[in-house]
């Protein structure tokens, strides 16, 4: 497979892993004590979004979800224009190859 090819498909799987994240905070944004992550796709890790707060007492209620939609929206749009450059990339290498076959088909013939 040609380089470009093996790095936009290692472009969209870390898209699709950076939606899984968007996707679980948005899921959890009435859910009291969940902490938002984020996906650093540089190191592969999901990490919290924001600094930890202070430990909440056992007996105190769970403090409200600290998910921002707004960032998550932004977040998503990211994700998607990742996964729309990596498909392009394929496109343009295909189409790439296409031609080269037809000039090696045409010099054969």
């Given at each position: 497979m040609l380089p470009v090819m093996q790095t936009a498909?290692?472009?969209?799987?870390?898209?699709?892993?950076?939606?899984?994240?968007?996707?679980?905070?948005?899921?959890?944004?009435?859910?009291?004590?969940y902490r938002a992550q984020r996906y650093d796709s540089a190191s592969g890790e999901v990490r919290p979004r924001h600094d930890p707060p202070p430990p909440v007492p056992e007996d105190?209620?769970?403090?409200?979800?600290?998910?921002?939609?707004?960032?998550?929206?932004?977040?998503?749009?990211?994700?998607?224009?990742?996964?729309?450059?990596?498909?392009?990339?394929i496109e343009v290498a295909d189409n790439m190859l296409g031609r080269l076959f037809d000039i090696v088909d045409d010099r054969e013939s």
């Open positions: 498909l290692a472009g969209i799987r870390s898209s699709q892993r950076g939606l899984q994240v968007v996707a679980n905070n948005v899921a959890n944004v009435n859910t009291d004590g105190a209620d769970l403090p409200p979800s600290d998910v921002d939609l707004a960032e998550e929206l932004i977040d998503l749009k990211r994700y998607e224009l990742g996964v729309r450059a990596s498909i392009r990339a």
